[in-house]
């Protein structure tokens, strides 16, 4: 009778500036069913709150049922997972302070937990991905936003305040590019998807130079990491300007923590090696001199399309169970 009443099945939900996905996953990391729908559709976040509870429980009632699901799992930006609330997110429409974890759980009636992409994204690598069986690395997401999370002595380093690891908003260039945070010079400002196109506005302005950047009806990140397979050298000067500000802030990270590993994810995976080369070679002449050489700098090998409702439902497991159906 016992085996009957264990709920052998999650929900995982990544918000992202654009798109909002939610899964159900098993016990084994297997991504049973998922769909999404516009973030960006949504820019009253009661609004959002209901769309997205409406769309769970039609969800669930049609794969299974609310009595196969233990809890739910939230990737989010600026997620807090000690509050389980957004906290002033510069880069989503809701401002201030978002308690929604509290929200959807009296909308849904389960257990809901929060966290930031970065800690999401350490639990999934650490579970199904590359870091399986590491207990000191880092993650870094660069997408939108720039972060990280500490998994230290197998376990996430949250801080103090539940804000660790808020890697994107530490300032490598005094006086900078004004990040979206309100401060200058920050890491964000010059690695995010963002922050890459503003580099390649600065090469193209540099020089008279042919590049087919100058042609694109829409230049992204994405389009320029393309262009660096094609060969267009101004398009590989923007990851190397930007691979060096990225290592040379991982070598200070590196010789505080002393990680095993970095693992880089999000849409800058695109750029590989054009990316990758810089950093590393930035990172050796930065980095503390006892562990150069012993921190390896890695790719997600999780698939993007699944990474994070798989670290979502890892944080669903988390969270004490709780149900208004019991």
């Known amino acids: 009778m016992l085996q009957n009443t264990i709920k052998s099945r999650v929900i995982g939900v990544e918000i992202s500036l654009h798109r909002t996905t939610y899964a159900i996953v098993d016990l084994r990391g297997n991504v049973l069913v998922k769909e999404s729908f516009n973030t960006s559709d949504y820019p009253n976040i009661n609004d959002y709150v209901s769309a997205l509870s409406e769309r769970i ?9 609310y009595d196969t699901i233990r809890s739910i799992g939230i990737s989010a930006p600026s997620g807090n997972f000690r509050t ?29 937990a929060l966290g930031n992409n970065a800690h999401v994204r350490a639990l999934g ?77 600065e090469v193209l302005a540099e020089s008279d130079a042919p590049s087919r950047m100058r042609t694109l009806e829409k230049l992204g990140s ?22 060096y500000y990225l290592g040379w802030a991982l070598a200070n990270y590196a010789s ?3 990680p095993q590993a970095f693992i880089l994810t999000g849409g800058v995976q695109r750029a590989g090696n ?15 001199l006892n562990i150069k050489g012993k921190v390896e700098i890695l790719l997600s090998s999780l698939d993007a399309s699944e990474r994070d409702v798989l670290g979502a439902s890892v944080l669903a497991w988390k969270v004490r169970e709780y149900s208004l159906f019991k």
């Open 57 to 65: 429980v039609a969800f669930v009632d049609a794969n299974g049922g």
């Open 84 to 112: 389980g609330c957004i906290e002033n997110s510069p880069n989503m429409p809701w401002k201030g302070i978002v308690p929604l974890a509290a929200m959807l759980r009296d909308r849904l009636g389960l257990a809901v």
């Open 125 to 201: 690598e650490h579970t199904f991905g590359i870091a399986h069986g590491m207990k000191n690395f880092v993650v870094v997401t660069m997408g939108h936003g720039v972060g990280s999370c500490l998994f230290s002595n197998g376990k996430t380093h949250e801080g103090y305040h539940g804000f660790g690891g808020e890697f994107g908003h530490s300032c490598i260039v005094p006086d900078g590019r004004l990040c979206g945070c309100g401060n200058r010079g920050c890491l964000e400002a010059y690695t995010s998807a963002q922050g890459i196109v503003q580099t390649a506005k």
């Open 222 to 243: 994405r389009q320029i990491a393309d262009l660096c397979n094609e060969g267009d050298e101004m398009a590989i000067e923007v990851f190397r300007r930007t691979g």
């Open 256 to 258: 505080i923590v002393n």
């Open 274 to 288: 054009w990316l990758l080369e810089p950093t590393r070679k930035s990172f050796d002449e930065h980095v503390f």
